[in-house]
């Protein structure tokens, strides 16, 4: 039997990826993008298909990805090039303004990543074949950036090496027919609102289940979560300071602050969530909290604080 949505599903589900952090230029690949990934494809904004070629691929033009022919259970080759595939689709999500050979650079150094989390005795190939100098480079930076381990989380991949292997990948004949400066076709993932509804319950729920270390499932209210935080109020400073951590902190600070930010925007009463609304989904230039709303947050992290002032309570 092909490989399927829940095969995908399973590698994106993988424990193994919360060890993956790291940055090719604007590219950022970690854990929390493949959940978005992951969310995606429940929700049924990707499309997952079988496919007839040897290697899975993931077309950003119409959303989806066809993943390749073989038949689970799948091997570390199988899951480690699906993870590539998933890769993509996290540049496409973000709509990363990058070319076509840095989006591979990123990707293949998150698959060779992946193949060494799942096979550590993997073998480096010999120098010659073009494929084989590719997958020799991505493990060298994977080795050089201790990716994978703690001692190489936040790595941010330096840009004469992206540089370098984006020129390894330009080699191998299926990639000689780019153009080196050619952008990435990134044009994002589209949601209907059916759609939507069901992406940021998802997102939603695992920002509170890291949060509150629960398991609740999806189905359960969103507001009972938070019952003990039923008349919850903010303030604008309150908003401000949140904001100003989330653009300055490191990592961890911004998975704090967004969310402190998600639990208020869930809490607080129908008519401040109506008016908060109003007041965040464009930028004013005289609501120092709607400006600094804007330019502090990414798209994708605005998208989800706004659907949580959407949700009926």
């Given amino acids: 039997m092909p490989i399927t949505k829940e095969d995908v599903l399973q590698v994106l589900d993988d424990p193994k990826l919360r060890s993956i952090r790291f940055s090719v230029g604007p590219i950022q690949v970690n854990s929390v ?143 000689h027919n780019i153009d080196p400066d050619a952008k990435l076709a990134a044009n994002g993932v589209a949601l209907s609102d059916e759609q939507s509804e069901e992406f940021y319950r998802r997102q939603m729920q695992r920002l509170i289940n890291q949060d509150t270390g629960g398991t609740d499932s999806l189905g359960a209210s969103l507001k009972a979560q938070y019952a003990s935080y039923e008349d919850y109020v903010t303030s604008d400073n309150e908003l401000l300071t949140l904001f100003d951590s989330y653009r300055r902190g490191g990592d961890a600070q911004k998975k704090t602050a967004l969310q402190k930010l998600l639990r208020i925007f869930l809490t607080i009463d129908n008519r401040a969530a109506l008016q908060l609304l109003q007041r965040l989904s464009a930028p004013r230039k005289t609501d120092i909290v709607s400006e600094r709303f804007q330019s502090a947050l990414p798209v994708s992290e605005r998208t989800t604080l706004l659907a949580a002032l959407r949700l009926t309570r």
């Fill in 33 to 175: 993008e493949y959940d978005k990934v992951s969310d995606y494809i429940e929700a049924g904004a990707i499309d997952v298909v079988p496919g007839k070629a040897k290697v899975s691929k993931y077309i950003p033009q119409r959303d989806t990805l066809i993943t390749r022919n073989s038949n689970p259970p799948l091997d570390e080759n199988v899951r480690s090039n699906l993870l590539h595939e998933c890769t993509h689709a996290i540049s496409d999500i973000n709509k990363y303004d990058v070319t076509r050979l840095t989006d591979e650079a990123a990707a293949y150094i998150a698959q060779l990543t992946y193949a060494l989390l799942l096979r550590p005795s993997l073998p480096e190939p010999p120098i010659g074949l073009p494929e084989d100098n590719m997958m020799r480079q991505s493990m060298h930076l994977v080795n050089k950036y201790e990716l994978g381990s703690p001692g190489g989380y936040g790595a941010m991949i330096d840009q004469r090496d992206i540089a370098d292997l984006a020129r390894v990948v330009y080699a191998i004949p299926d990639y």
